[in-house]
């Protein structure tokens, strides 16, 4: 069974750096031919996709948040991360981390709020 944990703060200051982790258990991050996504939930609003990083090690990101993104992995614990940069409060959001294979997302993380405020 595949479990992912987001892990992070909660509160983020206007033009800071958002930095969350996700903790996989259960399956390696480098299997074939998985993808490990972030995507995230504003209050009143759908989802939306940020990125992913390849079981490779490539990373691939959605267009909206291109320029503020980097998703990155540590094969050694089992981790991949999010940064997200220049942050304003219109990124306050629920942020999950999912399991991505040729069929969708089937494993998600139970996700964690992000507050961006002073």
Not at 76 to 86: H, K, V
Request: glycine letters at 10%; aromatic letters at 14%; a neutral charge.
């Amino acid at each position: 069974q595949v479990q992912l944990q987001e892990s992070g703060p909660g509160l983020v200051k206007p033009s800071q750096t958002l930095s969350l982790t996700c903790t996989v258990s259960g399956g390696a991050i480098t299997t074939q031919w998985y993808y490990w996504s972030w995507i995230r939930q504003s209050p009143g609003k759908g989802l939306e996709w940020i990125g992913y990083i390849a079981f490779s090690g490539s990373p691939y990101y959605g267009p909206s948040l291109k320029s503020r993104t980097s998703i990155s992995r540590d094969t050694s614990i089992n981790q991949f991360s999010l940064q997200l940069t220049s942050v304003t409060p219109e990124d306050t959001a629920v942020y999950y981390c999912t399991r991505v294979n040729d069929y969708g997302m089937d494993y998600w993380g139970k996700g964690t709020l992000v507050i961006v405020s002073e």
